[in-house]
């Protein structure tokens, strides 16, 4: 099965800065990769599919890159809504493994 | 406005059984797969179990193969998840999701989640 590895653990920034989340997968998921936000007592929240398309809704600082093995969640100005849990997931086999998350609070 | 509605969750013993169900509106449920995701209290997301449009397919995790059953009724618009011989580490938050499309895992939207939690 492929494993999805995120990093860092935790990012704390301020309001105003860009935010860069790295995932990296164990063998290649091509483009097959999604994003996930997640707020404390919330469920998660689509943000990123197909490595790159934004979900319905998703602000534009949200922008994903990457293909093969390793993939970016950048938010390029953080907005006080943002400071969340983010989850990789992948869909190119079974099992379709999450990352175990990047912390994103405020600094 | 798509909407899923978890419930059944709730305490059970140690070897028990529970059957959460997730109400579906706002879309053609008969024309998605569906799915069960879980997070343990304080951890990450676990993919438990998919199960297609017209339920010919259905997968499960590794962890919960043999124990769980996925299922759905097109009619009632409705997900189930039947867990049987449930352990400790089963305790967490279950949430339904919706396939994105027919490419393939790609959840979204997903429901606000039932807590199982299995203690003696």
């Known amino acids: 099965e492929i494993v999805l590895t995120q990093s860092p653990a935790t990012l704390s920034l301020s309001p105003g800065e860009r935010a860069t989340l790295s995932c990296r997968a164990s063998?290649?998921?091509?483009?097959?990769l999604a994003w996930y936000q997640q707020k404390p007592g919330q469920a998660p929240r689509l943000v990123i599919y197909?490595?790159?398309n934004r979900a319905t809704g998703v602000p534009a600082r949200f922008g994903g890159s990457g293909s093969g093995t390793d993939f970016t969640l950048t938010i390029s100005s953080l907005e006080p809504e943002d400071f969340a849990v983010y989850y990789c997931?992948?869909?190119?086999?079974?099992?379709?493994?999450f990352g175990g998350g990047t912390r994103v609070e405020i600094q | 406005e798509v909407q899923l509605l978890e419930s059944g969750g709730g305490l059970v013993q140690p070897g028990g059984s529970l059957r959460l169900s997730c109400a579906a509106s706002?879309?053609?449920?008969?024309?998605?797969?569906m799915t069960w995701v879980r997070q343990a209290p304080g951890k990450g997301l676990e993919w438990v179990s998919t199960i297609t449009d017209n339920s010919v397919s259905a997968l499960y995790a590794d962890s919960v193969k043999g124990r769980f059953t996925i299922s759905r009724d097109n009619s009632k618009t409705t997900l189930y998840l039947q867990m049987n011989s449930l352990r400790v580490e089963d305790t967490a938050v279950y949430y339904c999701a919706k396939y994105y499309d027919d490419r393939g895992s790609i959840f979204d939207p997903w429901g606000q989640g039932t807590l199982v939690t299995v203690s003696s």
């Open positions: 197909d490595a790159f």
């Open positions: 706002g879309f053609t449920f008969s024309s998605y797969s």
């Open positions: 997931q992948h869909r190119r086999s079974w099992p379709p493994n």
């Open positions: 063998q290649s998921v091509d483009t097959q």
